[in-house]
């Protein structure tokens, strides 16, 4: 069992999500706004965060950006009509998932679960601690440092890279990423083209010039290794 904030103004869709979450046995709290959202997360801190973009005062995206300054809670964003543009602004203010209202509340419900397994999941195949020149990665820890400084790394951007330094010089496509790393069968493939761009901003020294997450053009991406050790 988790404890899930659900933030959103339109009490009948807190109220319709609330009894889903709890129906799949989550200990579930709700704010209407975003001051009340961030104020609940300082008091008793929540495992997973379900943030519609739409608020009144502190906007879902703010709260998103001040929830990623603190730590690394999942968050699931609600956005509307299915904007593109909506969910990559989403993806790069560092949510994890989006999912489009309208919507389905048992998918979300299922999104949620299967965020928190990704989150909480430390895949016996794969070694604890990742290393890769200054690169560390340590599962355990959920810990990921460059040059013994940690990087402030989403949910979403931990997985990726984890995934990526267990299998250096392999390449995968973006639908190849999409169900291995998140375990998406169908998804929109703008998702990881985002977090490439964000992990890059954070891994490499030049991000428009990479030399570790590369892309293959025509397939996708690959990790090219740089100094490959486990412990």
Same mark, same amino acid.
């Given at each position: !069992? ?25 200990? %579930? ?11 609940? !997360? ?7 965060? %379900?943030l519609d973009l739409m608020l ?20 699931? !964003? ?5 904007? =593109? ?5 989403? &993806? =790069? ?14 998918? &979300? ?25 200054? &690169? ?8 990921a440092t460059r040059g013994g400084? =940690? ?40 998702? %990881?083209? %985002? ?37």
């Open positions: !069992m988790a404890r899930v904030l659900v933030v959103d103004d339109d009490h009948t869709v807190r109220e319709v999500v609330v009894s889903y979450l709890r129906a799949h046995e989550h200990e %579930v709290v709700e704010a209407a706004d975003g001051e009340t959202a961030l104020r609940t !997360m300082r008091e008793a801190p929540a495992d997973l965060v %379900v009144p005062g502190i906007d879902g995206l703010e709260v998103c950006r001040r929830l990623r300054e603190t730590g690394a809670v999942p968050i699931i !964003m609600l956005t509307a009509l299915g904007a =593109e543009t909506d969910r990559v602004v989403g &993806l =790069e203010h560092g949510a994890d998932d989006y999912v489009t209202k309208p919507f389905s509340p048992r998918e &979300l419900a299922l999104r949620v679960d299967s965020v928190l397994r990704r989150t909480g999941d430390l895949t016996q195949a794969v070694p604890e601690v990742l290393t890769d020149g200054d &690169l560390v990665v340590d599962s355990a820890r959920h810990l400084a =940690e990087l402030a790394l989403t949910a979403r951007e931990f997985d990726l890279l984890r995934f990526l330094l267990a299998h250096p010089g392999t390449a995968f496509s973006r639908d190849d990423l999409l169900q291995q790393v998140w375990g998406w069968s169908i998804g929109d493939r703008s998702t %990881v083209t %985002v977090h490439v761009r964000r992990l890059r901003e954070k891994i490499e020294r030049d991000p428009t010039r990479p030399e570790r997450l590369l892309t293959v053009w025509g397939v996708g991406y690959r990790w090219e290794a740089q100094e490959m050790s486990t412990g």
